[in-house]
């Protein structure tokens, strides 16, 4: 009896393991894709090794038709992308999603995602991106994805003035000795502390602007006479009057660092 008992004990483990396993690949499977899609994703790894911020860019997916793309890339010297929820088309078919869009006139980017398994917070696929100029083919490009569902969206938490408090890792073109006010209009201004220990505003600077989609912060700037200039950050949380920032960037010796900034609220 004690036998037979353990062997139906065993028989029943095996069982409830096929079924959390074949539930587990059903959950990672492109079954009900355009359900699965919904939301806003951002690249975790590329080809295998983790994204560089710089490399970050939100995709939105609203209906199996339509959806948005936020990305701040100077991927050719005549197609820049500067866009902050602009509207995409979507076709799904299998498990291929084709995500088209036009930063302007003269600009088409598609993208291409063939999605090897998706869940309710990340999926993979092997993406092929195509930017064409009046017709003329300027990017051609595959890689290996894997994009993470961004849930938090700090949009209007960002809103006011900070001043940053701490800095680590290597200095961009950020350092300490910043206050930042970022505008709903998409633009912001920008003080530096003098040597008398006052807070003064740039006025050299024939434009700044910025965008917040999810956790995505991307900001660019031109100093008059002076080439444009962007960079990128992840806000990791705000939280009352405080706010921080991380980074993952690749230095010119190929090893990657983590930056962080650390910001106050300005009353």
Not at 11 to 19: C, F, H, L, S
Not at 221 to 236: C, D, M, V
Request: proline content about 1%; some cysteine.
């Amino acid at each position: 009896m004690l036998k037979r008992f353990f062997t139906i004990l065993a028989v029943t483990a095996v069982a409830a393991m096929v079924i959390v396993g074949c539930k587990k690949d059903k959950d990672n499977t492109t079954d009900n894709l355009a359900e699965k899609l919904k939301g806003k994703w951002m690249p975790a790894e590329i080809d295998g090794q983790p994204a560089m911020t710089n490399e970050k860019s939100v995709f939105a997916f609203l209906t199996p038709t339509k959806g948005y793309v936020s990305a701040s890339f100077a991927i050719h010297s005549d197609a820049d992308i500067w866009s902050s929820r602009l509207e995409t088309d979507v076709a799904i078919s299998g498990n291929k999603v084709t995500v088209t869009f036009h930063p302007d006139e003269h600009n088409t980017s598609v993208h291409e995602f063939n999605i090897t398994a998706i869940n309710g917070n990340e999926f993979t696929a092997n993406q092929k991106v195509t930017v064409t100029i009046d017709g003329e083919v300027v990017i051609s490009e595959e890689k290996a994805f894997r994009l993470t569902k961004v849930t938090a969206d700090y949009t209007t938490a960002i809103l006011g003035k900070w001043e940053c408090t701490e800095l680590t890792g290597i200095e961009t073109y950020n350092d300490a000795n910043a206050r930042l006010e970022f505008y709903q209009d998409g633009t912001y201004n920008y003080w530096r502390k003098n040597g008398e220990g006052q807070w003064e505003a740039v006025t050299n600077r024939e434009f700044q602007n910025y965008f917040v989609d999810g956790t995505l912060l991307a900001t660019r700037w031109k100093n008059q006479g002076e080439e444009e200039l962007r960079e990128w950050w992840e806000i990791a949380s705000i939280a009352g009057n405080q706010m921080e920032w991380t980074a993952l960037r690749k230095k010119d010796d190929g090893t990657t660092v983590t930056q962080t900034m650390t910001w106050v609220k300005v009353q």
